[in-house]
């Protein structure tokens, strides 16, 4: 059932994202805290996550723009070291209280608690007139790149931070898939290099083989959404984003994910 559900998410959500750049570490984080743990989520998320950057900028890479990719992206690089650090003391925290309902038992940890107020969070930033219009120019580049590879680090919601400092820049729009997916691979870096330790947790005989599956259906969405350029809607995306953001949210603040 794993292979079904997450390799699904993977492939529709790189199609439907390639462009808007962000959605598919939002989206793909809570398919897998179905089956694991939430620590575990994002770290398997952030591996799918940086092979599908990495894909991107082989494909668009040269028309990222250097300077802002300096000016946002060593930022974000420092906050996601804090971010994930962060992430591995929630993680640590015992639940905060636990709950029978239709003779289960659910528990409410500070880590889904956290997880769960940041989804809601970005469902309401890509929805609300107040914080839909809310971009930033390049004079806010640095603030950005704090704000963006902190979340990033932290739950792996770094892309609709940085699409709202980036989209209204100037830049073409190849620039800007390119200049995201190349800032977005450093940070992946940088959050993979701390959460070796919840690695070193997991079975990986056991999930390598549905981890390379979730890559793999995520390359080729990729490459698909390359192709769908301007077939894509972002109403569309958004629309789909907002709707799992919130229906994730519940289940993890609740406790039932």
Do not use: W
């Not at 806010?140 to 989209?167: D, E, N």
Request: hydrophobic share 60%.
């Amino acid at each position: 059932m794993e292979y079904i559900v997450i390799c699904s998410v993977a492939f529709i959500v790189s199609i439907l994202t390639f462009f808007s750049g962000f959605g598919i570490g939002t989206l793909l984080m809570p398919a897998f805290a179905i089956f694991f743990p939430v620590s575990v989520a994002v770290a398997l998320t952030a591996v799918v996550h940086f092979f599908n950057n990495i894909l991107k900028v082989g494909l668009l890479g040269r028309q990222a723009d250097k300077g802002m990719v300096l000016r946002f992206g060593i930022p974000a690089v420092i906050a996601a070291f804090l971010g994930a650090q962060l992430l591995l003391m929630l993680a640590q925290l015992t639940p905060l209280f636990s709950y029978n309902l239709f003779g289960h038992e659910f528990s409410v940890t500070p880590i889904n608690l956290v997880i769960a107020g940041i989804l809601a969070f970005f469902a309401f930033f890509e929805t609300l007139p107040v914080l839909k219009g809310f971009s930033f120019g390049r004079k806010h580049l640095i603030i950005g790149g704090i704000l963006s590879g902190f979340f990033g680090g932290l739950s792996g919601h770094q892309g609709a931070f940085r699409s709202a400092f980036l989209v209204k820049t100037g830049i073409a729009k190849e620039s800007y898939v390119a200049t995201g997916a190349v800032v977005s691979a450093f940070v992946d870096i940088t959050r993979l290099l701390v959460y070796r330790n919840i690695f070193v947790n997991i079975n990986m005989r056991e999930n390598g083989l549905l981890l390379f599956v979730v890559i793999i259906s995520a390359l080729m969405g990729v490459i698909i959404g390359k192709r769908l350029l301007h077939k894509v809607t972002m109403s569309t995306v958004q629309f789909i984003v907002t709707g799992m953001l919130l229906f994730i949210a519940l289940g993890l603040g609740t406790g039932i994910i």
